[in-house]
């Protein structure tokens, strides 16, 4: 069984996803801010981690850092409301992330990204 960590300050987004992704099997660990996704990220040490760029108490971009940083090969999939005016999607496909799926979304959507990731 694959983990999934899943950083999002937006419940409705968050049960969301997490009731999609144990639908297909995944074992998914939420945090909603960003030091309990870095704390989480430590502990579990997930096989994805999906995450919003803005969280409150460290941005996306500051998650990626550290995972990519410590954990180079684990895919993340970002998650964001944001276009790409300040350049931040830009910004975190340069740092090693696999997908970008902008809000709204469809969950069966980022399900089967998912999955393309596991395969």
């Known amino acids: 069984m694959k983990d999934i960590l899943v950083i999002e300050d937006d419940q409705l987004i968050l049960k969301m996803v ?14 909603e801010d960003g030091n309990k996704g870095i704390e989480a990220l430590d502990e579990l040490q997930p096989d994805l981690i999906i995450t919003d760029i803005m969280v409150p108490y460290k941005s ?7 995972a990519k940083g410590k954990y180079p090969s684990c895919p ?3 998650l ?3 276009g790409d005016e ?12 696999a997908d970008f799926v902008p ?4 969950p ?9 990731l596991f395969s």
């Open 86 to 97: 300040e350049g931040t999607v830009m910004e975190a496909f340069n740092m090693g992330v």
């Open 76 to 78: 993340i999939i970002v």
């Open 18 to 31: 997490e009731f999609r992704l144990n639908k297909e099997g995944y074992k998914v660990v939420i945090a």
């Open 60 to 66: 996306g971009i500051e998650i990626i850092e550290y």
């Open 80 to 82: 964001s409301a944001l």
């Open 103 to 106: 809000k709204p979304f469809n």
């Open 108 to 116: 069966n959507e980022l399900a089967i990204r998912v999955k393309r």
